[in-house]
């Protein structure tokens, strides 16, 4: 099953978006609330984690939420607490919410606050029956290993089909949420921890690309992107910002210098290992294209230039290769705010930005780039 966290070579640029300081105010009331236990509110995106204390059942935070909403690991006391209820997932945005009530846990008190409160609980109760059949995963796939140790085959194929069943009903209640729901937040929840595992690169990216307000504005949006194309921000139905670099011989040259064609303009290194894995898919959709109104333009962020000519030469790399030497600070990569390699765009005759991060390396056999190609150019 397919990780969300992907591989990629990240680069000390740091994040180029300002976001505005906005807070969270989160306070609760929970009668199981024990004096002086220790609250924590955990976001596994920045990996950053807050705590406070109990006093008279109750607790508050007040934290900047820069970048938007985010998902977040609220729990009471130390260890395993999901039995007890005092540990549970929950999305949170800039604003107000309170927990309170009589009830022994979080996920069964009482939520109250801005928009983005009702619309989680409104989430959780449409994908109920969704939530708890993809809970059950673990426990279907542990009687597949004993049916499949103990030679029961018959059992293995019923097991099977049954995850089958529960897996593709639970992926088409997600999707339609997420269908009627772009401009949620909690989208960006479903998306992530739900169907991530569960979706091919180029679904996950369609909806990122789908999502707007809230959705397109969070924290888990922004991670999502640098993870799946090596930036955090969205270029695709934008124009291609224009270029000047030095190629393999010094000739400085533009993106510009291609307008009228599709140009797939690629960020690598020699020194990239997961760049590398995708020269051979590079080089077999540049033959088969190359005459057909394509071509790559590669922007290597190298510092050492024996090296980056050795790659090209040992490769046999034929289309136009340029690079500054700046590495990191390559100009070519801050325009296009390029936070990892390898990292890519589709650009189209006139210039406009028509798909991002095909990563064959993330999908072996995938061939994205190769099927998007034959739409539009066979």
């Not at 640029?13 to 609330?33: H, I, K, S, W, Y």
């Not at 930036?231 to 934008?238: A, E, L, P, Q, Y």
Request: charged share 25%.
């Amino acid at each position: 099953m397919k990780k969300s966290i992907l591989t990629i070579c990240t680069l000390a640029m740091g994040t180029l978006g300002v976001f505005a300081q906005e807070r969270l105010e989160l306070t609760a009331n929970l009668p199981d609330l024990k004096e002086n236990t220790v609250v924590y509110l955990w976001n596994p995106i920045d990996a950053t984690t807050d705590s406070t204390y109990v006093k008279n059942n109750s607790f508050s935070f007040s934290k900047p939420m820069n970048g938007g909403g985010s998902i977040f690991i609220l729990q009471a006391g130390i260890g395993d607490q999901l039995a007890s209820g005092l540990a549970t997932f929950i999305y949170l945005e800039p604003g107000k919410i309170n927990i309170s009530g009589n009830a022994k846990g979080f996920d069964t008190a009482n939520m109250k606050g801005d928009a983005f409160v009702k619309e989680w609980v409104e989430m959780k109760r449409i994908l109920g029956p969704a939530l708890d059949d993809l809970s059950k995963m673990d426990s279907v796939d542990a009687i597949i290993a004993e049916a499949s140790k103990l030679g029961d085959e018959d059992a293995v194929k019923s097991e099977t089909a049954r995850k089958t069943m529960m897996v593709e009903k639970a992926v088409a209640s997600c999707k339609k949420y997420l269908d009627e729901h772009l401009n949620v937040g909690a989208s960006t929840y479903v998306l992530n921890a739900l169907l991530s595992p569960l979706l091919k690169d180029d679904e996950e990216l369609a909806y990122l690309n789908k999502f707007t307000g809230n959705a397109k504005n969070s924290q888990i949006t922004t991670k999502m992107l640098s993870n799946l194309t090596g930036m955090t921000t969205n270029w695709v139905g934008k124009q291609a910002p224009d270029f000047i670099q030095p190629d393999v011989n010094g000739k400085t040259v533009s993106l510009g210098d291609f307008k009228g064609k599709y140009v797939l303009v690629d960020f690598w290194a020699s020194w990239c290992t997961p760049c590398l894995s995708e020269l051979d898919e590079l080089k077999s959709v540049y033959a088969k294209y190359k005459d057909k109104n394509f071509t790559i333009l590669s922007v290597s962020l190298d510092k050492d230039k024996e090296k980056w000519l050795k790659m090209i030469d040992q490769e046999q790399l034929l289309w136009p290769q340029l690079s500054d030497l700046k590495a990191d600070q390559n100009e070519a990569a801050r325009i296009f705010k390029v936070l990892g390699i390898p990292a890519n765009f589709l650009v189209d005759p006139s210039g406009k930005i028509i798909g991002a991060g095909y990563r064959e390396s993330n999908n072996p056999g995938a061939k994205m780039l190769d099927k998007t190609l034959s739409k539009l150019l066979n």
